[in-house]
Nanobody, 127 residues
Framework: QVQLVESGGGLVQPGGSLRLSCAAS????????IGWFRQAPGKERVFVAT????????YYADSVKRRFTISIDNAKNTATLQMASLKPEDTAVYYC????????????????????WGQGTQVTVSS
């Protein structure tokens, strides 16, 4: 059974850091593209970052560039989103997603492009 489980969310002050994890089971992340998305209250779910399972082709939304880092731990079959310099506007439920990539060069940034989703983890940035 394919499953993605996010963890690591919580309450953090502006300027702080959090590390989100996405543990995969039932398949091996090595051969997939992994994405992080977020959904703020009353808003649509939007793209945050993506990476290939071999650790290549990391790509970020402009809103999180130079603050967030996406990575893969193949030994643990886990994807990670390291978030720094957090802002109140980063408050959202964060989801990880996975799909088999059919193009070696394409960045998968649309929600509809992903087949598998986790249940989400809440990140709240507030003083």
């Amino acid at each position: 059974q394919v499953q993605l489980v996010e963890s690591g969310g919580g309450l953090v002050q502006p300027g702080g850091s959090l590390r989100l994890s996405c543990a995969a089971s039932g398949f091996t992340l090595d051969y997939y593209a992994i994405g992080w998305f977020r959904q703020a209250p009353g808003k649509e779910r939007v793209f945050v970052a993506t990476i290939r399972g071999d650790g290549s082709r990391a790509y970020y939304a402009d809103s999180v560039k130079r603050r967030f880092t996406i990575s893969i731990d193949n030994a643990k079959n886990t994807a990670t989103l390291q978030m720094a310099s957090l802002k109140p506007e980063d408050t959202a439920v964060y989801y990880c997603a996975a799909r088999i990539p059919y193009s070696p060069d394409y960045h998968y940034t649309y929600e509809a492009e992903y087949a598998y989703w986790g249940q989400g983890t809440q990140v709240t940035v507030s003083s």
